[in-house]
């Protein structure tokens, strides 16, 4: 299993401002993954980060916008850049510890508001 | 093709009652297929899961019936208690051409237990 734990856990921030969420794992895992949940939503995909190389980001997500540091194997954060209302969401981080890489397990979300 | 869908988006069941959420996918590369409960607020926990070579797994309360040729998968929540009031996700997961593992959420089923 894997205790995740993530900061902030809320934030309300002023449009065209940054917001860096953190995520610090209690165990070395090789990949880390932040998902975006809009309210009342499923989980979408937007990175995968891998200590050491570039992160991964998925189809519709870009670097400039959602900047990501993985230094070392319990610690990633996400940068939310330049912020507009549409990125009003739930950030979470996510890291599969199992040797199959199967089990997910999540922090608890950053609920961010932009206004 | 690396969608899950669910079925249905909300659902209100009596304490006591049987509570069923069903899913279906169509990339037959899936091999492992989990269900996530998450509490408002909370992250998502892995709360069981299932390989295509069993077509049913029990634990406790909870089981998943798992139809392969049909490609579809369903939870069954037993003796439904006020305290499952939660959302439900399915999710599939399969290892890619490139050898690392991609998790596809479906939709989400937001369930209320009357008391």
């Known amino acids: 299993s894997a205790v995740i734990s993530q900061k902030p856990s809320r934030d309300i921030c002023q449009r065209g401002t940054s917001l860096t969420i953190q995520c610090q794992v209690d165990s070395q895992v090789t990949m880390m993954f932040w998902y975006r949940q809009q309210p009342g939503q499923s989980l979408t995909l937007i990175a995968t980060a891998n200590q050491g190389s570039e992160a991964t980001y998925e189809s519709g997500f870009v670097i400039d916008k959602f900047p990501i540091s993985r230094p070392n194997l319990t610690f990633s954060t996400l940068t939310v850049s330049n912020m507009s209302p549409e990125d009003s969401s739930i950030y979470l981080c996510?890291?599969?510890?199992?040797?199959?890489?199967?089990?997910?397990?999540f922090g608890q979300g950053t609920r961010l508001t932009v206004v | 093709q690396q969608q899950v869908k669910q079925s249905p988006q909300s659902l209100i069941v009596q304490k006591g009652g049987i509570s069923i959420i069903n899913c279906a996918y169509e990339?037959?590369?899936?091999?492992?297929f989990p269900w996530y409960q998450q509490f408002p607020g909370k992250g998502p926990a892995l709360l069981i899961a299932?390989?295509?070579?069993?077509s049913e797994k029990k634990e406790g309360r909870f089981t998943i019936s798992f139809n392969k040729s049909a490609k579809q998968f369903s939870l069954h929540i037993m003796d439904s208690q006020p305290g499952d009031s939660a959302t439900y996700f399915c999710?599939?997961?399969?290892?890619?051409?490139?050898?690392?593992?991609?998790?596809?959420f479906g939709s989400g089923t937001q369930l209320t237990v009357l008391p």
């Open positions: 990339n037959t590369a899936f091999d492992y």
């Open positions: 996510s890291v599969r510890p199992d040797r199959k890489n199967t089990e997910a397990f």
């Open positions: 299932i390989r295509p070579d069993v």
């Open positions: 999710a599939a997961s399969y290892l890619n051409s490139g050898s690392a593992r991609q998790l596809t």
